[in-house]
């Protein structure tokens, strides 16, 4: 998306072959046109999450489970990710892969709004991914930093938005939603920010 197409394809020929669950998840994303985080992204989700650590991971917006398989792998036996999404139906679909990965005893599925949902789990997390509808995102800060451990991740998806949030001629409401959370994001006391410019641009916000 950001990323030239061309170099986008060399950087996926460089990763090894999608194999099992993980190809046929990347089949079923594509041929509905599924807007999950992909196989560049997905890696970075896990690298980071076991650079840190992780052991607890909360998802804002999990579709057919797609990120929660990187986290899943990532927190290892004994971990805990809790998978949201307002479709019941994606996350059955989510529970129907992770079951397949062998992993789903590692996951909880919530079905609902994704920041309700956060704010009624007790404890803190290791990280927290954001990846809902983009006009939640600007509020969404208030719900998900207080409930991050220090050191812990905010992993924040599309915060490049195809490029819009860099020319000024688009001020739909998510391009708007998207580049306050941004200014938000850099400009927030308890975060230390950067955006990734991959794929659709993966904001990681580490808690002081
Ligand atoms: C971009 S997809 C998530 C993709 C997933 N993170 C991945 O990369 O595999 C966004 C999902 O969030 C869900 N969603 C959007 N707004 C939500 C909200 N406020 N609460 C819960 N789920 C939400 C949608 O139903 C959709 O399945």
């Known amino acids: 998306m950001i990323v030239a197409g061309k170099v986008e394809a060399y950087l996926e020929s460089l990763r090894p072959r999608a194999e099992g669950v993980r190809a ?5 994303g594509r041929k509905r046109d599924f807007p999950f985080i992909g196989p560049l992204v997905g890696p970075v989700l896990s690298l980071l999450s076991r650079s840190i650590g992780a052991r607890r991971v909360f998802e804002c917006g999990s579709g057919f489970g797609y990120s929660a398989l990187f986290f899943a792998e990532a ?11 307002r479709s019941e139906e994606n996350l059955a679909k989510a529970r129907e892969f992770l079951e397949e990965a062998g992993l789903a005893g590692r996951c909880r599925f919530l079905a609902g709004d994704a920041l309700a949902l956060l704010a009624t789990e007790p404890g803190l997390f290791d990280a927290i991914l954001v990846d809902i509808d983009k006009a939640a995102y600007p509020a969404s800060l208030a719900v998900t930093v207080p409930r991050l451990r220090p050191g812990g991740l905010l992993l924040t998806d599309n915060l490049l938005w195809s490029g819009h949030v860099a020319d000024g001629r688009f001020r739909d409401a998510a391009t708007l939603a998207i580049r306050e959370y941004n200014r938000l994001l850099h400009a927030h006391p308890d975060l230390e920010s950067v955006i990734l410019p991959l794929r659709d641009g993966l904001g990681v916000s580490r808690r002081r």
């Open 75 to 85: 927190v290892g036996e004994g971990g805990e990710v809790v998978l949201t999404d």
């Open 24 to 28: 046929k998840m990347e089949a079923y």
